[in-house]
């Protein structure tokens, strides 16, 4: 079912000019606003864009570094194991990296998990779908905080720093995507990011085709205005923990 990196990178640019097409009738056809701007290429997403996330995404880091640190204290005095988790996602052009969170599971978490399956096997396929639990036996109790108040993606200002994501864009996928080959080639055109459609949109209950959707449609059209809405409308579901 999944769709490896080595496709993604093989699309075309016919693919990818049928994929702008695709995507906007998909997240019309799903609901989704489009965003205003030109489809063609201009300074902000071939140079700007990179320069606003350096800038801002320094000055951030900066700023939320004692917040930082008080998770680094709080996760290593809670539970035992390495207070950072990696996690191997797909970047632009299907390039892989390692993206960092503060860990917020237990450290046996895959031990944990297997034996979770095998006790609930009557839940197990909706957790193999979008890969999220209502109540996840292995996050921890400060983890829960963490993830609610989205302190745990505090470490990905770094990976904005070093080029591997955006402030602004599609989440960061997993090494495999569903198999669509239009709007995969066109979310891989773009850097995945810290917010974006899928954070601001509901991300607890979005449908994964809603999100490849939604996600292309921003990957057609990236804007400074949409990126500045985007911003501003992260600021409610931090307020009101309504992370993951």
């Known amino acids: 079912m999944g769709r490896s990196v080595s496709s993604v990178r093989r699309s075309g640019s016919r693919v990818r000019v049928a ?5 906007r009738l998909a997240a019309s056809e799903m609901g989704a606003r489009p965003l205003a701007g ?19 995404g320094l000055i951030l880091l900066v700023l939320v570094l004692p917040v930082m640190a008080a998770v680094v204290l709080a996760v290593a005095a809670t539970s035992r194991g390495p207070v950072l988790y990696r996690s191997e996602r797909l970047g632009r052009d299907g390039r892989r990296f390692s993206m960092w969170k503060f860990r ?14 095998e006790t ?6 909706g957790y193999k779908t979008n890969y999220k639990l209502k109540s996840d036996p ?5 983890g829960r905080f963490l993830r609610r108040s989205s302190l745990d993606e505090l470490p990905q200002f770094w990976n904005v720093v070093r080029g591997d994501m955006s402030l602004v864009g599609p989440r960061p996928y997993l090494p495999t995507l569903p ?11 773009v850097r995945p990011a810290i917010t974006g459609p899928f954070q601001v949109g509901g991300r607890n ?18 804007t400074f205005a949409g990126d500045i809405r985007y911003l501003a409308r992260t600021l409610r579901p931090l307020l009101r923990l309504d992370g993951d």
């Open 38 to 56: 030109a489809a063609a290429a201009g300074f902000y997403e071939t140079r700007g864009k990179r320069i606003f996330d350096v800038v801002l």
């Open 104 to 117: 917020s599971m237990v450290r046996d978490a895959d031990a944990v998990m297997e034996r979770w399956v």
């Open 205 to 222: 209950t979005m449908a994964p085709t809603r999100r490849m959707a939604l996600d292309a449609e921003y990957a057609a059209c990236v």
């Open 19 to 23: 994929a702008l097409r695709n995507a």
């Open 120 to 125: 609930h096997p009557e839940l197990a396929s």
């Open 179 to 189: 198999p669509d080959a239009d709007l995969a080639s066109l979310i891989c055109g």
């Open 138 to 142: 292995r996050i921890t109790p400060l």
